[in-house]
């Protein structure tokens, strides 16, 4: 991050080719301009298991962020989509709260600051009172267990009822009570939901005030929360950046998805371009 910018803005893992080792994404990253990278850990086992890496292997990667000079400094846990800490099923909760666990070691190990916590009690299953209540008794051991290694939860405000709204995960925030538990809200799900509720979502944002770690900047359409090309959705970005930045955001991260683009590197370059603009722009009316 440069000295002379008071904000940090990083590129999702997936807006890269999945064929790509993580150097080649840091490195595409580092071209485009970008301050660092979010790691995904999805449901696929491909990216569950980077959750074993070796030491080895994490001695690798910790060498490319040095080498490359870009950092890995924010996670995207979605994983738990699959794996719901509120499932009604034993097994299910054991391999949730196991993948809680290894997730906050790896950001340990890899100097990640903040993972981004998917809000879902369950996903496959149907959400109730009894899923609702073991998401949060279980939620409380993630919180513990990120104490204890100095690493931040942020709740990604997500596409289902249960946890669609700034609001809404700002009611586990508070429940648990944590300085180690706070909200990372994706704008693009925020904007469908305000289509859904008719409401305001930008007052939805600000009532996360004192709790807000970071953004996803994503273009979605009512309905449509992936793959959205930016441009043609219904975010309007200058104002999300500039509710964001009121509220004190800092760090920022593009989250779009590679698909099949004959020039990703371009298409990473353009964005970076796109949103760099729009944060310089709100960085110098703010200095002014």
């Given at each position: 991050m440069s000295a002379k910018r008071q904000y940090a803005l990083g590129v999702y893992e997936k807006a890269l080719p999945n064929e790509l080792s993580i150097a080649q994404k840091l490195e595409a990253a580092k071209i485009a301009?970008?301050?660092?990278?979010?790691?995904?850990?999805?449901?696929?086992?491909?990216?569950?298991a980077r959750l074993d890496w070796t030491p080895l292997q994490r001695k690798q990667i910790k060498d490319s962020i040095h080498d490359i000079d870009m950092p890995i400094e924010t996670?995207?846990?979605?994983?738990?989509?699959?794996?719901?800490?509120?499932?009604?099923?034993?097994?299910?909760?054991?391999?949730?709260l196991e993948i809680m666990e290894k997730a906050i070691a790896l950001a340990a190990d890899l100097g990640i600051k903040i993972i981004q916590l998917a809000g879902y009690d369950v996903y496959y299953e149907e959400s109730?009172?009894?899923?609702?209540?073991?998401?949060?008794?279980?939620?409380?051991?993630?919180?513990?267990?990120?104490a204890q290694k100095g690493v931040i939860l942020g709740f990604e405000t997500m596409?289902?009822?249960?946890?669609?709204?700034?609001?809404?995960?700002?009611?586990?925030?508070?429940?648990?009570d944590s300085?180690?538990?706070h909200v990372y809200p994706d704008c693009g799900n925020l904007k469908n939901a305000s289509v859904t509720y008719n409401s305001d979502?930008?007052?939805?944002?600000?009532?996360?005030?004192?709790?807000?770690v970071a953004m996803h900047l994503k273009e979605t359409v009512p309905g449509v929360f992936?793959?959205?090309?930016?441009?043609?959705?219904?975010?309007?970005?200058?104002?999300?950046?500039?509710?964001?930045?009121?509220?004190?955001?800092?760090?920022?991260?593009?989250?779009?998805?590679?698909?099949?683009?004959l020039d990703y590197q371009g298409d990473l370059n353009d964005v970076r371009k796109l949103f760099g603009t729009l944060?310089?722009?709100?960085?110098?009316?703010t200095l002014c």
């Open positions: 301009g970008y301050d660092f990278m979010e790691l995904s850990i999805d449901e696929t086992d491909e990216k569950l996670m995207c846990l979605s994983g738990h989509r699959k794996y719901p800490l509120g499932s009604n099923d034993p097994a299910i909760v054991a391999r949730s109730s009172e009894a899923t609702k209540a073991r998401f949060g008794k279980n939620l409380k051991k993630c919180v513990d267990m990120a596409e289902t009822e249960f946890m669609n709204t700034v609001k809404k995960a700002m009611a586990y925030v508070n429940l648990i300085p180690y538990l979502v930008y007052k939805d944002i600000k009532s996360g005030e004192g709790h807000l992936r793959e959205v090309p930016y441009g043609s959705g219904h975010i309007d970005f200058p104002a999300m950046i500039d509710v964001a930045w009121n509220l004190g955001v800092r760090r920022f991260v593009s989250e779009f998805w590679y698909v099949d683009s944060l310089d722009q709100k960085m110098e009316d």
